[in-house]
Nanobody, 121 residues
Framework: EVQLVNSGGGSVPPGGSLRLSCAAS????????IGWFRQAPGKEREGIAC????????YHKDSVKGRFTISRDNAKNTVYLQMDSLNLDDTAVYSC??????????????WGQGTLVTVSS
């Protein structure tokens, strides 16, 4: 079965850190571009990071740049999102998505189930 499994969410205080995982089964993430997305309560889903398959080039949205880092471990068939200096605005459900070229933005993207990140004092 082709699927992505998200894990690593939780509740942390402002300034804390989490590492989210996006583990693939049934296919190789090495052949796909992977995007991380988040959806906060009452807001639209937004793409926040991407790692491309061909050259490993990464992209981070300005709002997370310098705090979040996307990376890939091909041996584990897993993509990570390291999140540091978390703030209240980072509270959201985080999901990863994979497709061949558009970092999960295409209509045929494979999606993870999401993991909840709550930042609260």
């Amino acid at each position: 079965e082709v699927q992505l499994v998200n894990s690593g969410g939780g509740s942390v205080p402002p300034g804390g850190s989490l590492r989210l995982s996006c583990a693939a089964s049934g296919f190789s993430l090495n052949d796909y571009s992977i995007g991380w997305f988040r959806q906060a309560p009452g807001k639209e889903r937004e793409g926040i990071a991407c790692i491309h398959s061909l050259n490993g080039v990464t992209y981070h949205k300005d709002s997370v740049k310098g705090r979040f880092t996307i990376s890939r471990d091909n041996a584990k068939n897993t993509v990570y999102l390291q999140m540091d200096s978390l703030n209240l605005d980072d509270t959201a459900v985080y999901s990863c998505a994979a497709d061949e070229m558009t970092c999960g933005m295409g209509p045929s993207a494979i999606w993870g189930q999401g993991t909840l990140v709550t930042v609260s004092s």
